[in-house]
C-alpha cells in the first residue's frame, strides 16, 4: 500500500498528482514518506500525525525526526546496505555542505527495481522535481555532483507497511 501511494501521488505529472488533502510544500520529502506509510496504516497504530495542511508533528516532517521516531518507538530498524532493501522500505540520504559538515537532508521510498536489478525510489523533493521511480544509481554512489555520501534505509518491523 505504500509503494502504490508514494506511485499514484509523487506529483510528478497530472496523472500523478500531490494527494491533494496534504500541502505540497518545497522539501516535503520526509512528509511525503510519512504520507505514504500512513496510507499503509501507521497512523492507527502510532502517534504521528500531520492534519494534511497546516499542523503535524517534527517527525513527520524533518528528515532527522522520523528517522528516530520510527526506530525509537521499534516501527523500523535500521540498514546500511542494500542487501534485502525492499519497496516500501524508506532511504534518507547524507550529504556534504558546502561547508565541510555533513546532514541527513532527504528521505524518499523504495518503489521497485531498475532493469538492473537495482533500487528504484520515489520522491518528494521541490515542486519542480519530484521523482517517479528513479534509479538509485543515478544519484549514489555514482554521481558526485549529487553531494550525497551516504544513504541508509528505514525497514519497517511490521510487514503491512508493504504493498502487495
Not at 33 to 40: G, I, Y
Not at 63 to 79: D, G, L, M, S
Not at 132 to 154: A, C, D, M, Q
Request: glycine share 6%; net charge negative; aromatic share 18%.
Amino acid at each position: 500500500m505504500a509503494v502504490n501511494y508514494a506511485l499514484s501521488h509523487c506529483g510528478d505529472n497530472e496523472s500523478r498528482p500531490a494527494n491533494p488533502n496534504f500541502y505540497f510544500f518545497d522539501y516535503d520529502c520526509t512528509s511525503f514518506v510519512a504520507q505514504c506509510w500512513n496510507a499503509a496504516g501507521l497512523s492507527d497504530a502510532y502517534d504521528f500525525y500531520c492534519d494534511g495542511k497546516y499542523n503535524s508533528t517534527y517527525h513527520w516532517t524533518e528528515v532527522t525526526e522520523f528517522y528516530n521516531y520510527v526506530t525509537a518507538h521499534q516501527i523500523a530498524r535500521v540498514e546500511y546496505s542494500s542487501v534485502g532493501i525492499n519497496p516500501g522500505d524508506i532511504i534518507q540520504f547524507r550529504y556534504m555542505q558546502d561547508d565541510g559538515t555533513t546532514s541527513w537532508r532527504h528521505s524518499a521510498i523504495i518503489t521497485g527495481y531498475d532493469s538492473n536489478g537495482g533500487l528504484c525510489y520515489t520522491s518528494h523533493s521541490d515542486r519542480a522535481n519530484p521523482r517517479y521511480n528513479k534509479s538509485l544509481s543515478e544519484v549514489y554512489p555514482k554521481e558526485t555532483n549529487s553531494g550525497v555520501i551516504e544513504v541508509r534505509f528505514l525497514v519497517p518491523l511490521y510487514p503491512t507497511y508493504y504493498t502487495s
